[in-house]
């Protein structure tokens, strides 16, 4: 069917030009009309015509305006102007705006079926053009997520980094830095505990689709597929470097998009970012961003946020292995030593005979670990520091003995990161402590104190309540509160005065908060003070 707009303010031309079509083409042809060319827009609109009759000269908006404006919404309208004018100022216009063809009045039987076999050709060659790119479209949509994930999977697995260069041809990737998200599901929001690992129930491939289309709606970035219960994303990153304040964006960002998901897909999800690299080394993005999951509370994290530290990959048996370093890393002594025992005491039953190759292994683990203290900075490095390891090592003959050996060494080791994570929290909340009690009396926020501390908000928020028992607003308030005490008390002050002075433009607000901090007003704390 072929939709075709007659729109002239001649009823004669109207009925005509309708009744040629209509038994020439009776069963191809819809045809609506219009005499105005304010009518023939509002037509156009809703009734989207392949081909447009016009005529020039109708009552109020002529033909050439309201080509204009349905040009506007409609950009594949074929338009044929009729008009009894024969003027150049007028066909100049008409070719202007893309008109197949300028006809004059009167137009006859023959001239109307030839340019309707001509518009109904041209109409027939943009569908079947639309067509052909909506399948191009389809057979991409199936090709791009592969070329994606091979992309990523390129970066992630060891031994296919050749191949990135490939990918990002193909996927015409510019940029020579970029930084991995990585979103780990969690359990349907339906069930408890959404910081578990995903659920059986839940199945990649059934929301991959709308996991896409859901992330690259906020960022351009490259996906891979589905692995155990992590999907990663690579973003691509114009510099090198990357500031606090895109830092912070694309953390909002990125807690946006979880939101999204969760909403959607009724999962839950934790997502860890990885710093900005080289496309040659987006490796360690990745290995940062895993990391960064490891940590436990926020729900988005940015590896920068905790600092950067070495990737341990797990052999066997995997889960205690891995347990054990993620113990280390938190600094959780007893929980390392519960997880290092449950380790030594399947080695020694599972190979009992394998003395060399478990001191190797208990060896492996020490030396594993004092890398990671040194990462964490919270030991230095010399290079004759283990001069005597492999000797004492070798002289162990019972494995009990070795086994308060490997634990005196490991336990040093998450010793020193315990110390170090909390040195390094009461050092950044002992300066934000510092900032708030210089800049209480001017107008300031949590984003300011971050990044006076260079932390993101919400990882320094969850830091701080960890820290001080209390939440940074909290602290502000008590903190102002206090010092407005004893100004009121010294009584040199209007209350007006006093609330500026402690950060508050408000006098009136200062005084509701003053009084539900205190239970008194500040006129009437001022007066039980004798002042």
Known sequence: MYRILIADDEGIMVESLKGILLKNYPDRCEIETAKTGRAAIEQAEYFHPDIIFMDIQMPGINGIQAMKEIRSFNQTALFYVISAYDKFDYAAEAIALGVERYLTKPVNRRTVLDVMEEAMEKVDQMRRKRSDQLKVQEKLETVVPLVEN???????????????DYYRQLLDITQQYAFICIFR?????????????????IRPKDFYPQFRAIVKSY??????????????????????EIKYEERIQIIEQVRQIANRLEERLQIHFRVGIGGVHS????????????????????????????????????????????????????????????????F????????????????????EYIIWAEREAFREGAVNYGFESRDNYLTQVLAIEDYEHLRVWFF????????????????QSETAVTKAKNYIQEHYGFDISLD????????????????????????FIEYLTRTRIEKAKELLREGNLSIKEISSLVGYADPNYFSRLFKKQTEMTPREYRERNNV
Not at 154 to 164: F, K, N, T, W, Y
């Open 279 to 342: 496309m040659s080394e987006l490796r360690f993005s990745y290995q940062e961003a895993a990391r960064a999951l490891q940590e436990s509370g926020s729900r988005i994290i940015h590896s920068n946020d905790i600092g950067s530290r070495g990737a341990y990959e797990g052999d066997f048996p995997a889960e205690v292995e891995r347990a054990i370093f993620e113990c280390l890393k938190k600094g959780d002594l007893e929980g390392m030593r519960s997880q290092a025992g449950v």
């Open 344 to 363: 030594f005491d399947w080695m020694i039953h599972r190979y009992p005979s394998s003395r060399d190759n478990i001191r190797l292994k208990v060896l």
């Open 150 to 164: 091979g992309f990523v999977s390129s970066i992630v697995m060891p031994g296919e980094l050749q191949d990135a």
């Open 408 to 423: 005196e060494k490991m336990n040093a080791a998450c010793s020193a990161i315990r110390d170090r994570r909390e040195k």
């Open 448 to 471: 300011d104190v971050s990044r006076e501390v260079n932390i993101s908000p919400y990882y320094f928020s969850k830091l701080f309540k960890e820290e001080s028992g209390e939440n």
């Open 219 to 240: 960022m351009h970035c490259m996906i891979g597929f589905s692995t155990s219960s992590r999907i990663a994303a690579v973003v691509p990153f114009e510099r090198p």
């Open 185 to 201: 599901l969690g359990q349907s929001v339906k069930e408890e505990k959404p910081s578990e690992p995903m659920g059986i129930s």
